[in-house]
């Protein structure tokens, strides 16, 4: 069963979200909660929708295995994924030098506690460069799946029910890219640490002086690190470029079978979370928090990616305005589970 409950709730770090998911399994009850985004209101109409004419099959999230016609596009995507988990864990531990660099502001004179804070960013630099690299990757490994998955003859919901395998991967990349976004966004450190190494580098360029880090994170490097990390979620804004993208590159390809695969794989999300005979079939909860999560994901994406956005009266999704609902909404905020934030309303909302 799912109840959704629009509202708020604080707690520690003064976290407020404005929307719930309540599900119960096996006897137990369990919360997702989402911060407050543009098209709230609109969500909240697709997710109670009823589901007689979605797509109605089981798209295994927890043991989908390649098959043959698969396994060359899933071994690359699979490649990229298996440093999802040490990205998000070096990510999770990310401490930031605000105490040193705060000591070298404090003390410009005193060259002891510049160095000091320069040997704590540099590494720390080198860690973000490291994220950034990882973020082309998945870049790429999401344009490989949606060529695979969007391609004729087979319709999308024919795509997602054949080639399980790499619909699995496809959810593993928005799941891994949410994780990352929320963690970033709880992070001030990366930035203020980032904007201090850029100060110190431009500083040191004037007096015709050379760092060894430049070697590593050169001028160009550093200006794209820097766009990246200007974004409030860096990662979701990455995979909304990449299928941009591949729309763009695909002239031939209507966008419609990029846009109807991801409004299918919301579709068939909705249906296993709501359907007992495949809600039972998954092993864990966290499987079902997965299917949750990577469903309000997808629509999100699709609302960037559609022409029109998702929530208007002719998209796929089919959720029409509704501004009451998010003027209601529109004082709540949170730095928690972030699926977006105040700086992504003009990127993320509806037309």
């Known amino acids: 069963m799912l109840l959704v409950f629009k509202g ?43 589901i007689e004419n979605y797509p109605h099959f089981f798209l295994d999230f927890e043991n989908a295995q390649p098959t043959e016609g698969e396994r060359e596009i899933w071994n690359q995507i699979s490649a990229v994924l298996q440093d999802s988990e040490s990205i998000l864990a070096d ?21 002891q506690l510049q160095e000091k804070a320069w040997n704590a960013v540099c590494p720390l630099v080198v860690r973000l460069k490291r994220f950034y690299e990882f973020s082309i990757r998945l870049e790429k490994a999401l344009q490989s799946l949606l060529e695979s998955l969007t391609c004729p003859p087979y319709t999308p919901t024919q795509h997602l029910e054949r080639e399980q395998a790499l619909a699995k991967e496809f959810a593993e990349i928005l799941h891994f ?51 990246f990390y200007a974004e409030a979620t860096p990662m979701l804004k990455t995979l909304s470029n990449a299928t941009m993208h591949f ?9 419609e079978n990029t846009t109807d695969c991801l409004s299918t794989m ?10 007992p005979e495949y809600r039972s079939r998954f092993t864990s909860e966290e499987t079902l928090m997965f299917c949750m999560r990577v469903m309000v994901g ?30 209601d909404l529109s004082n709540t905020h949170s730095p928690s589970w972030q699926l977006s934030s105040q700086q992504d309303v003009q990127a993320f909302s509806c037309a």
């Not at 729309?247 to 209507?254: A, D």
């Open 8 to 50: 708020s709730y604080g707690g520690p770090r003064d976290i407020h979200a404005s929307l719930f998911f309540f599900y119960v399994a096996n006897g137990v009850w369990f919360c997702v909660a989402f911060p407050r985004f543009a098209g709230m209101g609109n969500l909240l109409k697709v997710l109670t929708r009823e």
């Open 91 to 111: 990510l999770q531990a990310y401490k930031g030098a605000g105490p040193e660099i705060r000591d070298a502001i404090q003390n410009p004179n005193d060259i």
């Open 177 to 227: 890219t949410l994780r990352f976004d929320e963690l970033k966004m709880r992070n001030p450190a990366i930035q203020n640490d980032f904007s201090y190494y850029r100060r110190t580098i431009s500083r040191n360029r004037i007096n015709n002086m050379h760092l060894d880090i430049e070697n590593e994170v050169n001028n160009e490097m550093a200006n794209r690190m820097s766009l």
């Open 247 to 255: 729309v763009s590159e695909n002239k031939t390809l209507p966008i």
């Open 266 to 275: 919301t579709s068939v999300c909705k249906v296993m979370l709501e359907t």
């Open 298 to 327: 997808v629509i999100i994406l699709y609302d960037h990616v559609h022409p029109v956005g998702a929530f208007c009266k002719t998209s796929k999704i089919d959720a029409p305005q509704d501004h009451s609902t998010d003027s």
